[in-house]
């Protein structure tokens, strides 16, 4: 059974900060791993998607890599800001879903930028 | 709008009511996803359609808990007799692809937040 999980639970940066939120799964035969941003009260919105043949996506300061052998990803965030702070998670379609693509989630990271 | 919308954005409701929310997807995508979110957790599958087919509903956790997607675009769940534990987050997903397939991302409303009272 595919689990995924995030680590660190919370983390607080300054402004400012390069910073790593990480995520691992246990079965390393996905479709692809998403990683998503809610913020409070809000849904999620989709920020980088990794297919299983690549091994990074980059989105302005925002890169996410993949080590699918290891079943690890990275979410790497540049020059922290303010508005960086959300709940960052990570999600996988596991490759044995058949006709469903359901994704599935890590608990996230809360990310805390403080000016 | 261009995104996936979902109403109501709140509903409470007393213990034993009948609560129906809805999930209108991009225009277009084939594929639609029901999730639950507990507060302070991760989403949750529930239930999955390809157009107006139900190919998957081993995430609902009863039989109280129904979905449908007559006409392949607009999307409602609806939960009988409703509980305390059903309180939650209900978020609905869309994605263009039909079939798993790696490069389409899933597309998220801002979800329903349920409140039982």
């Known amino acids: 059974k595919q689990e995924v999980t995030q680590i660190p639970a919370a983390l607080s940066v300054p402004e400012g900060e390069n910073l790593v939120l990480n995520c691992s799964f246990t079965d390393s035969a996905i479709y692809n791993l998403q990683w998503f941003r809610q913020d409070p009260g809000k849904g999620l919105t989709s920020l980088l998607l990794?297919?299983?043949s690549q091994r990074e996506q980059t989105s302005g300061r925002l890169n996410a890599s993949l080590d699918k052998s290891s079943g690890r990803s990275t979410l790497y965030i540049a020059a922290s800001q303010p508005g960086d702070s959300a709940t960052y998670l990570c999600a996988v379609i596991p490759y044995n879903a058949g006709n469903n693509r359901k994704l599935i989630w890590g608990l996230g990271t809360s990310l805390a930028v403080n000016p | 709008g261009a995104g996936v919308s979902q109403s109501p954005r709140y509903k409470v409701a007393k213990r034993g009511q009948d609560v129906a929310l809805r999930c209108d997807p991009i225009?277009?995508?084939?594929?639609l996803f029901w999730y639950q979110q507990a507060l302070g957790q991760g989403p949750e599958f529930l239930t999955y359609f390809q157009n107006e087919a139900q190919l998957d509903k081993s995430g609902l956790p009863s039989d109280r808990f129904f979905a449908e997607r007559p006409e392949g675009s607009v999307s409602t769940l609806k939960i009988q007799r409703t509980q305390q534990e059903d309180s939650a987050v209900y978020l609905c997903?869309?994605?263009?692809?039909?079939?798993?397939?790696?490069?389409?991302?899933?597309?998220f409303g801002d979800g329903t937040r349920l409140s039982i009272l």
């Open positions: 990794i297919q299983s």
């Open positions: 997903a869309s994605s263009l692809a039909g079939r798993p397939n790696g490069n389409q991302p899933q597309h």
């Open positions: 225009s277009g995508h084939v594929s």
